[in-house]
């Protein structure tokens, strides 16, 4: 899950492209076509960063896409003249699945000795074709905003292809198969919310793309409280129960408007634009019982950690969060022989600003410092297993042992 979480690309459930169709540009980039390959370049930085869409590869009967896909993408540095880096690969190599959709991140060195990252992706299609992609950047002296751009242009192609395909294997479903889906989806996020606010429908998790330290992609989940009434609060980052309906103006631009459209949800943003959410690419959080107990120590994968918790003195940044099964929690590390669960005798558990003890209720989580101050957060797992959870806006993961 966190190598899925850290290296994964905002590729989700790619269609094949239309044969006929042309791929939209992208403002300022250079866009060259030949022998079915959509290649894209933007010269910021230092160096450029290109990504290519590839042509279908028809036919292909594969029991393991990770396998073909790490050697489509080895033979195709070789075919460039490049060598993959074995010694920066120690920390740059990734090869991680999710939903049938597979990834391969790796250092590579050009024809002029230069470092570059290269990224690979692929995915099966029902009708057995694979669709696979690249995107190469510097290593060092990238630009972030290139990066975010091409993989914002490839999940808007995605989320089109995805649509269209969704659209043509829907047509032998009656309206009333259509109408009991919409009312089990609506059902279903009934019975996820957990919160003592009776206003909460609950909090839906939207695949989203951003680019972490390094220049990784990341693809996350980023959470949006809904509301009963059709409203909703975008990228909780703070007590759901601290959220009022009524407060829309103090903060406008985060507050839109939802509605199911069978296993979709349509969005209308603030400024009046709309989006849709496939299946997809959108999932219920799960609340936390009073009952629940985190034991071990996290770290934020969000691309930094800058979570924070509290206010004035208390403002921490967690890229590294520690819990006991018995309530404690401290942001400071618990020593190098790792979490072993709570002592009172270690100084990291008895800091006034840094540790004290915590609850968990629902979409929240309470922190109450040893210090007396009590700051409350927003609170999710990412699902039924509990073994990833969000604080706020924050991604966290439990270290390897």
């Given amino acids: 899950m966190k190598r899925f979480i850290l290296f994964s690309l905002l590729f989700f459930s790619f269609s094949a492209f ?20 959509y290649h894209f370049t933007s010269e910021n930085g230092n160096g450029n960063t290109d990504y290519y869409i590839m042509p279908l590869e028809k036919n292909i009967h594969v029991n393991d896409l990770y396998t073909w896909l790490k050697t489509k993408a080895q033979s195709d540095i070789i075919s460039n003249g490049w060598t993959e880096n074995k010694a920066r690969n120690t920390s740059r190599q990734s090869n991680s699945e999710y939903n049938g959709v597979y990834n391969y991140l790796t250092a590579v060195s050009n024809k002029a000795g230069k470092s570059e990252i290269a990224m690979y992706v692929a995915y099966a299609l029902p009708d057995n074709s694979i669709r696979w992609a690249k995107v190469y950047y510097p290593s060092v002296g990238f630009n972030k905003n290139d990066i975010a751009t091409s993989l914002q242009h490839l ?52 695949k989203e793309s951003a680019v972490g330290v390094g220049g990784i992609a990341l693809q996350l989940m980023r959470p949006y409280l ?25 903060n406008p631009k985060k507050w839109g408007t939802w509605k199911m459209n069978g296993k979709n949800i ?11 959410w496939t299946s997809a690419w959108w999932q219920h959080a799960v609340p936390a019982s009073k009952s629940d107990r985190l034991a071990g120590s996290f770290e934020s994968i969000s691309g930094g950690g800058n979570t924070v918790m509290g206010g004035g003195s208390y403002t921490m940044s967690s ?67 509990k073994d990833m959870f969000g604080i706020n806006t924050s ?7």
């Fill in 226 to 250: 809904f509301f009963k009434d059709g409203s909703f609060y975008g990228w909780l980052d703070t007590d759901p129960n601290s959220i009022h309906i009524a407060s829309h103006s103090a």
């Fill in 319 to 385: 890229k590294y969060i520690t819990f006991s099964k018995d309530g404690h929690f401290t942001f400071e590390s618990v020593g190098s022989g790792g979490y072993s669960g709570y002592n009172g005798s270690n100084s990291a558990w008895s800091s006034r600003n840094a540790a004290g003890t915590y609850e968990l209720d629902g979409f929240s989580i309470i922190f109450k410092y040893n210090s007396g101050k009590t700051v409350r957060s927003a609170f999710y797992f990412y699902d039924d297993d």
């Fill in 155 to 206: 999940a808007a192609l995605s989320k089109q292809e995805m649509t269209a395909n969704n659209t043509a294997g829907n047509n032998s479903t009656t309206q009333e198969n259509e109408a009991k889906k919409s009312s089990s989806d609506m059902q279903a996020i009934t019975s996820n919310n957990r919160n003592t606010s009776s206003d909460i429908m609950g909090v839906i998790l939207h």
């Fill in 18 to 37: 239309s044969q006929s169709s042309d791929i939209a540009d992208i403002a300022g980039w250079r866009k060259d076509m030949g022998n079915g390959v």
């Fill in 395 to 401: 991604i966290y993961t439990k270290e390897d042992d």
């Fill in 266 to 276: 349509s969005i209308v943003w603030y400024d009046g634009k709309s989006d849709t």
